[in-house]
């Protein structure tokens, strides 16, 4: 185990000195990528393994007993991270020379088109719930019976324009949309995100407004302690809310935390980034299984499913669900058939393993390497 630990550290670090040596500016995404992989795929499992955790949930309260041990598989997961992690630097990296070339891009008609745009968008999702009779005036001033927090409205089609809200606002942020309207906007989104307990929706949102930011000024390091501020603003916002989440959507502000000594910030954080443990869980299942199932992709043509409105196709898109690596999934979790949905879920590796094992696994990292390449550099390729 120390060498596959040292294996990954040389990845990990190798990837992000040799992105540094590149220049962040010029591979912004595969940078966002690269951390977000060290922390899910290497830090956070880490941790776990440190302090002895051996299934998904631990000791939370409720799920004693739940779940497989996964103690003596910590080491293929580590292995086959490293090594699936490695093949996604590669298929970035050393497919082409392309560098970035920064081109002019004129925003004229876009700020108007894209602000109607995310008017367009928010509005749909406020109406889906004022139709179903849902008043969220009322839930924000904690009056309401009910909350957003798993709640439907008249249909899930139109809820999932709270995704599109995130693209948005991206893009406005980058097209430099009326400031006025901006903040007002980021504000209104953080708002319905917060009642509908969408709190990845909000990160996703400072995360992109960070890198927007981080693309169009210079850091320089005699602003280092004005960034400094920004960054830990940010992150206590993370944690505010995260522990906050359900004092919000159900109007219990009396109850909402402030304090960071309050957070547990080390648990929390882990808690929060615990995927990988799902992912070492269905490593386990393919290890163990002699004849184990496969969906063979299928699963990742489900958006082309998602996308068709259940008003036209309620009956076939009905019979679609779930999608066969759900079923999958909940096989390998193993939880009482009478509980309903945890939303625990695996990262997104895990269903290149459910399409068909190791070989899928390294491929498909490989292959996501060159999709980010093609996005990052789209200008100027081979």
Not at 261 to 275: D, M, V
């Amino acid at each position: 185990m120390t060498f596959i630990i040292l294996l990954n550290i040389l990845i990990y670090s190798g990837g992000l000195m040799f992105c540094l040596k590149k220049g962040v500016r010029n591979n912004l995404i595969f940078f966002f990528s690269w951390i977000l992989f060290v922390i899910y795929h290497f830090i956070s499992p880490l941790y776990f393994y440190l302090i002895g955790r051996k299934t998904i949930w631990g000791d939370e309260p409720g799920y004693q007993g739940v779940g497989s041990d996964i103690s003596h598989y910590y080491d293929d997961g580590f292995l086959y991270y490293g090594i699936t992690n490695l093949l996604f630097f590669i298929g970035f990296f050393f497919i082409t020379s392309a560098t970035s070339k920064n081109k002019p891009v004129i925003y004229k008609d876009s700020k108007r088109i894209i602000a109607s745009i995310l008017m367009v968008c928010i509005t749909l999702v406020v109406v889906n719930y004022a139709i179903s009779g849902i008043n969220l005036i009322d839930i924000l001033r904690g009056d309401a019976d009910n909350t957003l927090f798993g709640a439907v409205g008249a249909t899930n089609y139109l809820k999932n324009f709270a995704d599109s809200i995130i693209t948005c606002l991206i893009i406005c942020t980058l097209a430099r949309v009326n400031k006025y309207f901006l903040t007002g906007s980021y504000l209104l989104a953080m708002v319905l995100f917060l009642l509908m307990g969408f709190r990845y929706r909000i990160i996703i949102s400072i995360l992109g407004l960070l890198g927007i930011l981080f693309l169009q000024r210079r850091i320089k390091i005699q602003h280092f302690a004005k960034n400094a501020i920004v960054l830990l603003a940010v992150f206590y916002i993370f944690l505010c809310i995260t522990v906050n989440r359900y004092a919000f959507i159900t109007g219990d502000y009396q109850s909402m935390k402030f304090n960071p000594r309050e957070f547990h910030t080390l648990t929390l954080l882990a808690e929060q980034t615990r995927g990988m443990l799902d992912d070492i869980s269905i490593i386990k299942y393919y290890e163990e299984t002699s004849i184990p199932e496969y969906d063979y992709g299928a699963s990742f043509l489900y958006f082309a499913v998602r996308a068709v409105p259940r008003v036209v196709a309620g009956d076939w898109k009905d019979s679609m669900y779930p999608p066969e690596a759900f079923k999958i999934i909940s096989k390998i979790f193993n939880l009482p058939a009478e509980w309903a949905s945890t939303g625990e879920a695996p990262l997104h590796y895990a269903y290149f393993l459910i399409a068909g094992n190791v070989g899928i696994l390294f491929l498909g990292a490989f292959i996501t390497g060159l999709i980010v390449l093609v996005i990052e550099f789209n200008d100027k390729l081979f």
